[in-house]
């Protein structure tokens, strides 16, 4: 089975629901556009805290990298003094 591009279906529950054509009514594709407007704001919201998340996590992994490499350089030291 093939999806209205050609591409094959994946059988999901999005590819059983009917594609809207051109000659669709101007009330459901209305609706449609209505609702894509309702979600757009929540979409941006979540990839905003996403990104602020990756940022701060790459920040906290800098801050546990250097700390690691700073009781690594003393444990080498350590062990070059008990040599």
Do not use: H, Y
């Not at 594709?29 to 602020?52: G, H, S, Y």
């Not at 996590?57 to 350590?78: F, G, M």
Request: aromatic share 2%; proline share 5%; glycine share 4%.
């Amino acid at each position: 089975m093939t999806d209205r591009t050609g591409r094959p279906s994946n059988g999901s529950t999005a590819d059983k629901r009917s594609p809207l054509e051109f000659g669709s009514a101007p009330g459901e594709l209305i609706d449609r556009v209505e609702k894509l407007r309702t979600l757009l704001p929540a979409f941006a919201q979540e990839t905003a805290a996403a990104r602020r998340e990756a940022a701060r996590l790459r920040s906290q992994n800098a801050t546990l990298r250097r700390r690691v490499a700073e009781l690594e350089a003393r444990s080498a030291d350590a062990r070059d003094l008990t040599s």
